[in-house]
């Protein structure tokens, strides 16, 4: 199974079924600290054999310790039955005590499939 994480300013999916990620990104820029912050994450897992997922997880962790619980859900059957998986996720006003280095991590079974860092910074409003 290959797995993977976009944090997106936004994710959503059209009428069609195609998925649109909106800025990619993983430096947030913000103007002071603590602060409140909405972004999307779209999860990606690829090459799935039946079994693989059954219930998923994703966390926001900085220093190694879970900050918050963003996601924990069953996969519903339907979707056991696909090899790609695509789920998009918008997370509303996490706070974010200080600058520095974030994961997101996606777990399945309480096993780790993908990690992503992710860094928040105060922006230079001077220039």
């Known amino acids: 199974m290959i797995a993977d994480i976009i944090v997106a300013q936004q994710a959503t999916i059209n009428k069609n079924g195609d998925r649109i990620v909106v800025n990619p990104n993983n430096l947030f820029k913000v103007p002071a600290f603590p602060t409140a912050y909405s ?3 779209s999860l990606v897992m690829s090459d799935l054999e039946p079994g693989d997922l059954d219930q998923i ?8 310790e879970t900050v918050r619980n963003l996601l924990q859900a ?6 056991k039955k696909h090899t790609n998986v695509a789920l998009n996720i918008n997370v509303q006003n996490i706070e974010i005590l200080a600058s520095g280095k974030s994961s997101l ?9 993908a990690r992503k860092d992710i860094f928040f910074e105060k922006a230079d409003l001077d220039n």
């Open 39 to 41: 972004f999307s994450v």
């Open 105 to 113: 991590v996606l777990l399945s079974n309480d096993e780790e499939l």
């Open 57 to 64: 997880s994703l966390k926001l962790e900085k220093k190694g």
């Open 74 to 79: 069953g996969i519903p059957e339907d979707a």
